[in-house]
């Protein structure tokens, strides 16, 4: 399903920018990783599997595998974080017209190897950029051909060098999946921004969107400005807010990191 992000200046109806999403967060699993999953346990030899299925992750992969193996006559066993929110332990066809651009941050780079696999098919026009969170060393792989992050080259290391509230965004390593890509741009993106992009959505749009689908939204406002007026951009609307009520949406648990949303409209991205 492609969803029309409502981008307009709602006192004359016009539209800042065209951007559609991808509602990856309507799988059964709750996420873009249900495709990841059903994928890994078709590419065994056998069709009638049984036996066990066994995953470590930041959340999102182990609750899709959980969700797909039993279909597949799969036990599974997952193992977690503990530090992950603790929702997750409890539990694109183009749609007409031409498509200019498509932007999304990465984790291990499986969603953006396959997007510009299948664009380089359909589409080989449309432009392909990243948007990277805070602690990731793929920005400056993209623009400067070398993996660092700015904490690294700063000299200061955090307790847990990929510290962010996107926890499945954080990423200081190259993958062959990533590699796979080929960009014409990056964006950095911040916590902050993720925060008051995510209830920009929920106020004018009625979604309830986790943080990498949030950060997603913020890198296809930035494509979008720097295409200008008349172009398409899509994203990866990746998985809904349930599984991050008491970190990403708790007001007390922003607050230790100065990260409360204060915004009334897309001020944050320098748009009034």
Do not use: W
């Not at 597949?72 to 007409?96: M, S």
């Not at 510290?163 to 965004?169: A, G, K, L, M, V």
């Not at 809904?240 to 007001?251: I, N, P, T, V």
């Amino acid at each position: 399903m492609l969803y029309e992000l409502g981008f307009l200046d709602t006192r004359i109806k016009v539209l800042y920018f065209h951007i559609l999403g991808k509602c990856e967060f309507l799988n059964p699993g709750g996420s873009v990783k249900d495709r990841v999953a059903v994928k890994i346990i078709e590419s065994l030899e056998s069709g009638d599997l049984g036996g066990v299925v066994t995953e470590g992750s930041a959340g999102s992969s182990a609750i899709s595998l959980a969700t797909v193996a039993p279909a597949y006559g799969c036990k599974c066993h997952v193992v977690i974080p503990d530090d992950v929110a603790i929702e997750k332990g409890l539990r694109f066809g183009i749609c007409g017209g031409s498509l200019d651009a498509f932007v999304a941050a990465a984790g291990t780079g499986g969603t953006m190897a396959g997007v510009f696999k299948f664009l380089q098919e359909k589409s080989p026009k449309t432009k392909c950029f990243l948007i990277d969170p805070p602690g990731s060393g793929l920005f400056n792989k993209v623009i400067r051909r070398v993996m660092y992050t700015n904490e690294e080259a700063e000299g200061r290391r955090l307790k847990n060098p990929f510290d962010t509230i996107r926890e499945e965004i954080r990423i200081n390593r190259l993958t062959p999946n990533f590699m796979m890509a080929k960009f014409d741009g990056a964006f950095r993106g911040k916590d902050k921004e993720a925060v008051e992009m995510s209830r920009f959505l929920l106020r004018n749009d009625r979604l309830f969107l986790r943080s990498s689908s949030a950060i997603n939204c913020v890198g296809a406002v930035r494509v979008a400005k720097t295409l200008g007026p008349g172009h398409t951009t899509i994203t990866i609307l990746c998985d809904g807010g349930m599984r991050h009520l008491s970190k990403f949406y708790d007001a007390k648990y922003l607050s230790q990191y100065e990260l409360k949303p204060t915004a009334t409209g897309l001020e944050f991205m320098s748009i009034k």
